[in-house]
């Protein structure tokens, strides 16, 4: 996993925080102390003390005054699916973050049953969703399920997250909905980004705030991060033609038959996980394939083959906190698929087919 500089100074702060040498309301270090004894850029500072404030173990009033949150400590995780899931904290923490769900997927996306009930018997500030095209799921909600999840906001007055940064890439048909369209109280907050249609090192995106636009400027204002001008003119001006529009068409395109040729392969190489099932589900647009290898599969000798062959496929629990997703892998389609990588599929499939079951 990549390490970044900011972790050189972070990590002893989170451990400090952790053992109780840091206590709430405690003042940080400025940037300016942090660069000069770590000898770090104004930038890896700063980027250092967002990650913390993201994980709720600081607060920041400007982008040069930190202090300890009064909520540093987790008290429970509450999963409502890979698609939906809720992180709870004390009742004296302001927000709530959404993490990997470990329940099993059910057919609709969402276990609405369970999250109703931990809305009922629990503070719950905000919800984090991707209904289009999840990943690594690649599950879509329906339009149902999506109004369905709305009214359940409404009804605890609960922000949405709605994260929609593969809502563009569906194959065929409409482009699906978002949450945000059932919206007529400002409680969804949508956003997007253009790194997964133009190009990944723009680092450029979009909100559409509700009620909540005021709050999310000033934290903007508060991080301290700009935007580059250059990269933000350029997208104006490309949304604009209908080159843009043409590109996605084309784009779809070639998504969708990459992820067909590794769907036909999957199946075709792999051992089913049960008579009735595929190893992998063609996906409806998105960037990754979820599939399942039969439970008795050795997993460690799975994955090393993988490696020695120059695979990449990633395992489940990787998306989990526990093991209900040790059989599952996902595959990303997103570069091109030659077929050298096919035939390389179909020698691992032949291997784990003879020796790789326990």
Same mark, same amino acid.
């Not at 972790?7 to 040498?21: R, S, V």
């Not at 940080?28 to 709720?56: C, H, M, N």
């Not at 995780?77 to 890979?82: D, F, I, L, N, S």
């Not at 194959?171 to 907050?189: A, C, M, W, Y």
């Given at each position: 996993?990549?390490? @970044? ?16 040498? *840091? ?16 000898? =770090? ?38 999963c ?8 709870r ?39 984090v ?20 999840? @709305? ?9 949405? =997250? ?19 369209? +059932?919206?007529?109280?400002g409680?969804? *907050?949508?956003?997007?980004? +253009? ?18 636009f !005021? ?25 604009? *033609? ?5 590109? =996605? ?7 969708e ?24 589900? !063609?996906p ?18 799975? @994955?090393?083959?993988?490696?020695? *062959? ?8 990787? +998306? ?9 892998f ?18 691992l ?7 790789? @079951?326990?």
């Amino acid at each position: 996993m990549k390490k @970044y500089k900011y972790e050189i100074f972070t990590a002893k702060l989170e451990e400090a925080i952790e053992k109780g040498h *840091l206590q709430a309301g405690d003042a940080l270090p400025t940037v300016r102390a942090i660069k000069e004894t770590y000898q =770090l850029s104004t930038s890896s500072v700063q980027s250092g003390y967002d990650y913390l404030v993201f994980k709720g173990l600081v607060k920041s009033s400007t982008s040069i005054i930190y202090w300890i949150s009064s909520c540093n400590h987790p008290t429970g995780y509450y999963c409502c699916r890979k698609s939906v899931c809720i992180l709870r904290f004390g009742s004296h923490c302001p927000f709530a973050f959404a993490c990997t769900g470990d329940s099993p997927t059910p057919k609709g996306g969402i276990r609405f049953e369970l999250l109703k009930k931990m809305c009922g018997q629990h503070a719950i500030k905000a919800l984090v969703v991707t209904p289009n095209f999840h990943n690594p799921t690649g599950i879509l909600l329906t339009e149902e399920n999506k109004e369905k999840l @709305y009214q359940l906001a409404v009804q605890y007055q609960m922000p949405i =997250l709605e994260n929609d940064i593969y809502g563009d890439l569906y194959f065929q048909g409409e482009r699906p909905i978002n949450i945000k369209n +059932f919206d007529t109280r400002g409680l969804v *907050l949508t956003f997007s980004s +253009f790194s997964k249609t133009v190009a990944p090192g723009l680092r450029l995106g979009w909100l559409a705030a509700g009620k909540y636009f !005021a709050q999310a400027e000033r934290l903007k204002f508060a991080l301290g991060r700009s935007v580059s001008p250059l990269n933000q003119e350029v997208i104006i001006r490309l949304l604009q *033609l209908p080159s843009y529009d043409k590109h =996605l068409r084309i784009f779809r395109q070639n998504l969708e038959r990459q992820a067909m040729q590794l769907v036909r392969q999957f199946n075709a190489s792999f051992p089913s996980p049960s008579p009735d099932a595929l190893t992998v589900q !063609a996906p409806k647009g998105g960037y990754s394939i979820w599939g399942q290898l039969p439970a008795t599969t050795d997993k460690e000798a799975f @994955y090393t083959h993988c490696t020695s *062959l120059g695979i990449s496929l990633t395992p489940g629990e990787t +998306f989990s906190f526990t093991t209900a997703y040790e059989s599952n892998f996902r595959a990303v389609y997103a570069q091109r698929i030659t077929p050298e990588d096919l035939t390389l599929i179909k020698a691992l499939g032949d291997q784990l087919k003879i020796t790789m @079951y326990r």
